[in-house]
């Protein structure tokens, strides 16, 4: 068996899953998540855990074994305790402020960048350059960090842009006047 998949899964305490069919639904005080499982996986919920099973032993068998049992973890972990990506930016005039649904950047560009916030997520900033982004599912959390670093990725001659706060940026050496 797949080491990953065959672990049980903890359901803690005001976290709710249901199994019907392939779909799987997934509720807490973070929030309410959906997916659906790959054909060949199925999940069973015995005595406040979550069990992820397939059917043969070839190798794709196997992986999406480990693949459903990795997601469904994500998606009860996020429910109950969330996930969080923290971005900073570094540079001379460079900001942020979430207005309503948006995220408003001055990136140094000759327009504010603008950025919807999607649905369950929430983003907050502190000191104008410190970007907080929560929610309940891992892979938006992800993307939405990936997205808005995006808009000016850290350069390696002056360190401006936006960055995670545990990114390293490695810096170059400038040009030498003879």
Same mark, same amino acid.
């Given at each position: 068996?797949?080491?990953?998949?065959?672990?049980?899964?903890?359901?803690?305490?005001?976290?709710?899953?249901?199994?019907?069919?392939?779909?799987?639904?997934?509720?807490?005080?973070?929030?309410?998540?959906?997916?659906?499982?790959?054909?060949?996986?199925?999940?069973?919920?015995?005595?406040?855990?979550?069990?992820?099973?397939?059917?043969?032993?070839?190798? $794709?068998?196997? &992986?999406?074994?480990?693949?459903?049992?990795?997601?469904?973890?994500?998606?009860? *972990? =996020? @429910? +109950?305790?969330?996930?969080?990506?923290?971005?900073?930016?570094?540079?001379?005039?460079?900001?942020?402020?979430?207005?309503?649904?948006?995220?408003?950047?001055?990136?140094?560009?000759?327009?504010?960048?603008?950025?919807?916030?999607?649905?369950?997520?929430?983003?907050?900033?502190?000191?104008?350059?410190?970007?907080?982004?929560?929610?309940?599912?891992?892979?938006?959390?992800? $993307?939405?960090? &990936?997205?808005?670093?995006?808009?000016?990725?850290?350069?390696?001659?002056?360190? *401006? =842009? @936006? +960055?995670?706060?545990?990114?390293?940026?490695?810096?170059?050496?400038?040009?030498?006047?003879?």
């Amino acid at each position: 068996m797949s080491r990953i998949g065959k672990q049980p899964i903890a359901i803690p305490p005001k976290v709710k899953v249901e199994v019907k069919g392939q779909a799987v639904h997934v509720e807490g005080p973070k929030g309410k998540l959906d997916w659906q499982l790959p054909r060949r996986t199925s999940l069973k919920v015995q005595d406040g855990k979550v069990v992820v099973s397939r059917q043969g032993d070839d190798a $794709q068998a196997k &992986a999406l074994h480990g693949l459903s049992r990795a997601l469904v973890n994500n998606m009860v *972990k =996020g @429910v +109950s305790e969330g996930f969080v990506k923290k971005l900073e930016i570094q540079g001379v005039g460079f900001k942020a402020a979430v207005q309503g649904t948006n995220v408003n950047l001055s990136l140094g560009y000759s327009h504010p960048v603008v950025y919807p916030i999607p649905a369950q997520i929430k983003v907050t900033v502190e000191e104008n350059t410190k970007l907080t982004i929560e929610g309940p599912d891992r892979q938006v959390v992800g $993307q939405v960090a &990936a997205e808005i670093r995006s808009f000016y990725p850290p350069e390696p001659y002056q360190g *401006k =842009g @936006v +960055s995670y706060t545990d990114e390293r940026v490695v810096r170059k050496e400038g040009k030498t006047v003879q």
